[in-house]
Every structure is written in C-alpha cells, then in structure tokens.
C-alpha cells in the first residue's frame, strides 16, 4: 500500500476510488511519479478543487540518447469515465516545441488514446507508455538558450505546492546526458523567416475565420433551397405515380374498347358479305302508312306544318322589309284558309280512324282453337293476313277519303 497515494485519496470525492488505486499503483510500479492534490483550472475558467495528479518525469530515447520528460496526469473526478488530463510541464531551463504535433504551447497533450478514451479499455500505464513512444520520435520540449531569459506564462493548472520539479527528476543514467544538452532547433523569436510565416499564418486564419459566417449563411440558404426541391420532388412523384396508375386503367378501358369494336366491325362486315346481292330497299314505300286514311293523315299533318313553316319566313320577310303589306296579308290569308281545311279535315280523318278501329274487328279475333285429332294437321299453305291485306280484301265498302 502506497501511503503517499492513500493521503492523496484521503477525503476526494472520487466515486471509483478502487479503479484509481488500482492504474496509479501500476503506473508507480514502473515510472518514479509522486502522488499530490492540487486545484485544477479549466481552459474556460471551470475550477476543480483538491484533484489528484502524477507528477514527475518519463523516460524517453531520442537519437541513442535517454532523457527525462517532466509530466502531470491530472485525474478527473469521473475517472475512468473521463479520461485524465495529461500535461509537459518544462523545467525553467526548458521550452515546449513549436508546432508540436501532439503538444500545444501550455504543456498540455492531445492523442487519439485519449481523444477516444473508453473506460473499460484504456488505462494511465498505457496512455504513459504511448506517450513516451510520441516522445521519443519527436521530443516536445528542447534546452532554452542563454540568450533567452525564462519568463514563465501563466499555466492553466496549478502548479503543485512547494514542489520543486528540478529536484523530483531521478538522477541522469550513466549512459545518459543532461536535458539542457538538447540541440537548439533554431528558436522561433530570432528567425525572422519563422516571424513571416506565423504572420501569415495568423493573417490567413483570420481571413479564413472572417469567411466562416458567409459561408456558413451560404450553406444554410442552400441547404433550405435543396430541401424544398426535395420536398417538391417527391410531391411532383406521387402525383407522378397517381397519373401513371390513371393513364394504366385508361389504357385497359381503350382496349377493351378497342376490342369490342373490332367485333362489332367483323360482325357487321360479315353482315354486308350477306346482304350485298339483295335489291335496294324503298325506304319511303317500308315507311309509308298502308291504310288509306293513314296516308291521307300522313298527307295533311306535312301539308299543314308545310304552310306553318311558308307563314314563318313570310312574317320574316315582311319584317325585314323585302315584302310589303299587302302581298303578306294576300298570302296569309290565302294559307290560312288552305291550312284550316287541312286542319278540318286531318279532325274527320281521326274521327274515322277511330271509328273503324272501334267497328272492324282483328283478324284473329273469335277464330277458334284448333283442334287436334290423333294426328296434328298440316300447317297452313299462307301464313294469316295483315289489317291492311285484309281491309283491301274486303269488296263491300272501302274505307272513304275525306275531302
């Protein structure tokens, strides 16, 4: 049991107090760190008081070289369920590389083990030891120049109380040399090339940034023009689909319309294929009244619709004024008076249609039921006689035609 790490956890507020104990121990089996609490400050202002934190130093080789790394692990109080906040924390006669990769300008790192951080999978021994891999391909922190006063920049972590991070490192191995033999990579504040392109670089990302809003307006009123057409098109398809299901069903319709006639067509062609050698039929002499005094009223009812229709187009020409008066009234009364004997007698001729069919009666009328014997009889010769063949049959008195 570490005492040092048991004072720490003394009176936190983890709640995974046995998984913490369980990674700091493994990390302190291997790495020469010192349990300690401390306030911690958020980029954004956020404090959290008394959190435990690591801090010492990690080895790491660099071009046959091993050095000491001087870190923080900060721990969250969700840990594991959030991953620990993990710090370079240079030395006064050390400065933070420019540009590095996974090291800003305060000390503080990003990897993906911990931009992915899962609580059943990740611990602190791996994140170190992935960190120390980092390291050693590219060293975040290089010896600072005589030339160069140490002007600490206030961090966003405090620092531990009384610590003194110079006298916590373990001692330099044998086969090692001191951190302040780091090989100056040409510092940023005496290049001027360097100078320029930070200036750009700074010119550019503000232009870039004062573009953000524009595009951002830009996008959105595309975005809502997109969405509408969408929103048109698939209204435009369902109707699109209704009208192909309606232009389907009218197809069958004209085809089964088609279809019949077509059949009528062959009916009727077979039709005149049979009746093209017969005579041509009178249609007058099949329209015609038979009797008599039909014909005679058939007569009478065209003379008399005849003279209304001679009346009309005289009112009109009178009205128009190509026929004078007197003429007008010469013919209309002659009309008329034509028109009211047509008229009389079409009454008479009524009056007797209706009298003979009152008087004479049907041909079939009291003829009695056949009888049969044994054997039926023969069928007549002739079929019966019409009304009209049996009216023109009869000697006596012919029906009269009135005048």
């Known amino acids: 049991m570490n005492s040092d790490l048991e004072r720490a956890l003394h009176g936190k507020a983890y709640p995974h107090v046995q998984r913490i104990r369980t990674d700091v121990l493994r990390v302190l089996s291997r790495f020469p760190l010192k349990t300690l609490s401390g306030n911690f400050v958020e980029k954004d202002g956020t404090t959290h008081n008394n959190l435990l934190y690591l801090s010492g130093t990690i ?19 969700h840990y594991p369920q959030q991953p620990p906040i993990f710090y370079v924390t240079p030395t006064p006669t050390m400065m933070i590389k420019q540009n590095h990769r996974y090291v800003d300008l305060e000390g503080m790192c990003y990897h993906e083990y911990i931009s992915s951080w899962k ?40 620092p531990p109380p009384s ?26 504040p005496q290049d001027p090339k360097t100078l320029e392109l930070n200036n750009l670089r700074n010119e550019l990302t503000a232009k870039i940034q004062s573009l953000l809003p524009d595009l951002d307006t830009q996008f959105n009123h595309e975005y809502r023009v997109l969405e509408a057409s969408q929103i048109q098109l698939q209204h435009t398809a369902k109707e699109q689909s209704l009208l192909h299901s309606s232009c389907l069903s009218e197809r069958d319709r004209l085809v089964t319309h088609l279809n019949q006639l077509l059949e009528d067509n ?19 002499a099949e329209t015609n009244p038979k009797s008599p ?23 009109k020409q009178l009205g128009e004024g190509n026929l004078d008066c007197e003429t007008w009234i010469k013919n209309v009364r002659q009309l008329g008076r034509v028109q009211f004997q047509a008229r009389a007698l079409m009454i008479k001729v009524e009056r007797e249609i209706e009298i003979l069919k009152a008087t004479v009666p ?8 056949p009888q049969f014997s044994s054997a039926p009889p023969k069928p007549a010769s002739s079929p019966p006689p019409s009304l009209s063949q049996w009216l023109s049959s009869k000697p006596s008195s012919p029906p009269p035609v009135w005048k």
Do not use: C
């Open 59 to 77: 080895p790491i080789s660099y071009q046959n070289f091993q050095y000491n790394i001087p870190i923080t692990i900060w721990l969250r109080y």
């Open 119 to 158: 609580e059943n999978t990740h611990n602190l021994l791996d994140l170190i030891d992935k960190m120390s891999i980092v390291f050693s391909s590219d060293p975040p922190v290089y010896s600072r120049p005589a030339s160069m006063p140490y002007n600490p920049s206030p961090k966003q972590y405090a």
């Open 163 to 188: 610590q003194n991070l110079t006298t916590s490192y373990p001692p330099v191995q044998p086969n090692s040399v001191p951190l302040n033999s780091f090989i100056n990579p040409n510092p940023f």
């Open 266 to 284: 062959k009916d009727l062609s077979s039709w005149l294929s049979t009746n093209s050698g017969n005579k041509e039929i009178d249609i007058d």
């Open 293 to 315: 005094l039909a014909l005679q009223l058939y007569e009478l009812i065209a003379e008399d619709l005849a003279i209304e229709d001679t009346i009309y187009h005289l009112d």
């Open 362 to 369: 049907s041909p079939l009328q009291n003829v009695p039921p």
